[in-house]
């Protein structure tokens, strides 16, 4: 039993990578473990399994190693095999912007909804040198009732123009690292 090659390819842009182990014979009640380290940290691991394959998403750019693990059904041999896979920007241009999306959202606060004023804020966790455009829309229409220039302001108010539905986008940069967040409607 020997470990022909470990695959780790890049699935999407935002750091999922898919990591597939090949054996040098198809054998039956095969187990699988994966292991990936960034330096001497291991920072994720699989239970064994009857599949061949994982998928991971890395928390950021830098190199990795892959460990995989394979043992025959009564765990009397087993074998191991470590790759070492490098993410950047050419394989995972979307990872820092992902990331900040799933760390960030926009909160409407209706407080002030019977006054007419719509406010917004940025809930969550945020990371630092990020800027932030807001932008106003209402329901059905392409274009914004109004919008802010990029700035470092978290929070957003504006009195609307009449009754209807209005939901907010937040566009968030950081040098090339951007993403967009919109809220739920508020009706008027």
């Not at 050419?90 to 990331?99: C, F, G, R, T, V």
């Not at 455009?133 to 914004?144: C, N, Q, T, V």
Request: glycine share 8%; with cysteine.
């Amino acid at each position: 039993m020997k470990i022909e090659a470990i695959t780790c390819l890049p699935t999407k842009t935002d750091g999922t990578l898919l990591i597939k182990t090949e054996m040098d014979h198809a054998e039956e009640g095969l187990r699988y473990c994966f292991y990936v380290y960034k330096g001497s940290e291991r920072i994720h691991k699989t239970n064994y399994s009857q599949k061949s394959f994982t998928t991971y998403r890395v928390p950021a750019y830098g190199k990795y190693q892959i460990k995989a693990f394979v043992k025959n059904e009564d765990g009397s041999e087993k074998v191991d095999e470590t790759v070492s896979f490098v993410v950047n920007k050419s394989n995972a241009k979307d990872l820092i912007a992902a990331q900040q999306k799933e760390k960030t959202g926009i909160e409407i606060k209706d407080a002030l909804k019977g006054e007419g004023i719509i406010v917004a804020e940025i809930s969550g966790e945020t990371a630092e040198g990020f800027t932030y455009a807001w932008y106003l829309y209402r329901a059905g229409e392409k274009d914004p009732v109004m919008k802010t220039p990029y700035a470092d302001n978290k929070l957003f108010a504006c009195k609307v123009d009449g009754e209807g539905e209005y939901f907010v986008k937040l566009f968030a940069k950081k040098g090339t690292d951007k993403f967009t967040v919109k809220s739920d409607a508020v009706k008027f």
